[in-house]
């Protein structure tokens, strides 16, 4: 696993990368999507924990929530380490302001978490996925934010990142303080892998239903070929 890091001018930028791409996984590009005839691609097989919960509103108790799945133009996924806690690494999220769109609100979070202002919107999933604080997690955040939250309700978005590396700054656009140390691109099992438990679920919904909009390159040339 190789490090590259852009290193700090004053307070102006900061890009730490680490490349997953040693790990002995084939990947295969991004292409153009066509959301009315999307093509299936198969993931490798992850150990799956119990099926996120799915409503078509925030539930009482929860917090409003976006994410947002950022992919490469080779396929791989957008994922992020924490400041303030250890290997835990995720896709960009953030809350979402009363009457706010949706849409709208995961630019903003994209754009404050990680700088990238060149992303093109794919597809959104259409139902709120939720998932419960752990006991010391919700202590904490409600401490934070002053409020008695049980967990977070989520309305996933997928976006095509169309800009260069250079782009992404975790420090943001300066207007939020910063949430993460390092970033790097992963394989969506990957992503999966490295999520902290209790969004494990969540992520593999995520991804699941995300997957009819990639494309395995290798397949579709091999198709290509018999036409």
């Not at 490090?3 to 680490?18: E, N, Q």
């Not at 959104?124 to 419960?132: H, S």
């Not at 997690?137 to 967990?151: E, I, P, Q």
Request: hydrophobic letters at 35%; proline letters at 7%.
């Amino acid at each position: 696993m190789a490090v590259k890091a852009s290193g700090f001018i004053g307070k102006s930028a900061i890009s730490v990368h680490l490349d997953f791409s040693s790990f002995p996984v084939k990947f295969s590009c991004l292409k153009q999507f066509s959301v009315s005839s999307p093509k299936p691609l198969v993931v490798l097989s992850v150990a799956l924990s119990s099926p996120a919960r799915t409503v078509k509103s925030p539930p009482v108790g929860y917090r409003k929530n976006v994410g947002i799945c950022l992919v490469s133009p080779c396929r791989k996924i957008f994922t992020a380490s924490k400041i303030h806690i250890p290997d835990t690494w995720q896709m960009p999220q953030g809350g979402a302001d009363e009457g706010e769109d949706l849409r709208n609100a995961a630019f903003r979070e994209l754009r404050e978490e990680t700088g990238v202002t060149s992303a093109e919107f794919i597809a959104e999933i259409p139902n709120w996925l939720t998932y419960d604080f752990p006991r010391e997690v919700k202590d904490k955040l409600n401490r934070k934010w002053r409020t008695s939250y049980k967990g977070q309700a989520q309305k996933w978005f997928l976006f095509k990142f169309t800009g260069k590396e250079e782009e992404i700054n975790l420090l943001g656009d300066g207007t939020a303080k910063p949430e993460f140390k390092v970033w790097s691109w992963m394989l969506p099992e990957q992503v999966i892998e490295h999520a902290v438990y209790f969004k494990r679920p969540v992520y593999e919904h995520v991804i699941k239903q995300f997957n009819p909009y990639f494309v395995d390159e290798e397949k579709d040339s091999m198709n290509s070929s018999k036409d």
